[in-house]
């Protein structure tokens, strides 16, 4: 099956209204001419409704997180109101998340389930620690966190599942995945929706890489088999995030 390439650029706690509205113009320039990628992008919440104005229809606007309900939850956004704001899209258990922010695996579950609730899309990160992969435990903690949110999900939701895996040893570093060690990574992934799931959802969700890609190492990611495309942090900052795009196409 053809999946539609993805490429998610997660802008974090970064910017101000001026700089990223003169970085999404840029992209409203050199992104739109690649309508065969699925191009999101995520500022912070902030920023959510300026870069949602600014934006070509194209680009698709996400939540970098939420909470699965409104609420007396200070500080935070709720899966109805990403849905509310208008936004298809939201990032959940993305490294800084559970590492920085401690978010356990039933609370990432939780997110994801109101999430689909809510007919968002999913953009889904998993991946291991340091020690982990040099532990041999990257398969272990990736098929663990995808247990956890994965497992009870609707069949119809399943669209609205694209799966991130993003090493967190790669996560800003600068130190990528060799193109190897993320086809076998995204590879392991694609088969455990097939033994857990069923083939159908294996074969049709799109599974992306994350990690210190930019625009000199994306080409030789995206022609492996099982990287349907790229949750990029850093390079999505910056104009050459177009670059990473148009690598895809
Ligand atoms: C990310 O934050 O999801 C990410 C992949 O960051 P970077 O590209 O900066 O490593």
């Known amino acids: 099956m053809s999946r539609t390439p993805f490429v998610g650029g997660n802008f974090k706690c970064t910017g101000t209204a001026s700089s990223l509205t003169s970085l999404v113009k840029g992209f409203n320039d050199s992104i739109t ?4 990628v699925e191009v999101v992008i995520a500022p912070g919440t902030e920023y959510l409704g300026l870069v949602k ?9 996400s939540a970098q997180n939420c909470v699965p309900k409104s609420g007396a939850y200070t500080g935070e956004m709720s899966a ?8 298809p899209y939201v990032i959940l258990g993305h490294s800084e998340r559970r590492h920085v922010f401690r978010e356990t695996d039933a609370e990432i579950a939780a997110k994801v389930k109101a999430a689909l609730a809510q007919k968002l899309c999913v953009i ?6 340091l020690d982990e992969r040099e532990a041999n435990k990257t398969q272990e903690v990736c098929f663990h966190q995808m247990k956890a949110a994965l497992t009870t999900i609707a069949p119809a939701d399943w669209k609205n599942i694209v799966i991130a895996y993003e090493p967190v040893w790669a ?5 990528v995945a060799s193109p190897e060690q993320a086809q076998e990574a995204t590879a392991l992934i694609r088969s455990w929706l097939s033994d857990n799931i069923n083939a159908s959802v294996a074969s049709s969700t799109r599974i992306l890489y ?26 999505s900052t910056k104009p050459e995030f177009s670059e990473i795009v148009k690598a895809c196409v």
């Open 33 to 36: 001419g690649y309508p065969e």
């Open 53 to 61: 104005a600014v934006a070509h229809r194209n680009i698709g606007i």
């Open 80 to 87: 109805e109101q990403v849905k509310d704001m208008g936004l």
């Open 124 to 129: 889904f990160c998993v991946g291991e620690k």
């Open 171 to 175: 996560i800003g570093t600068g130190k």
């Open 210 to 235: 994350g990690g210190s890609v930019n625009a000199k190492n994306c080409a030789d990611l995206w022609a492996r088999r099982d990287i349907d495309g790229f949750l990029v942090g850093g390079a």
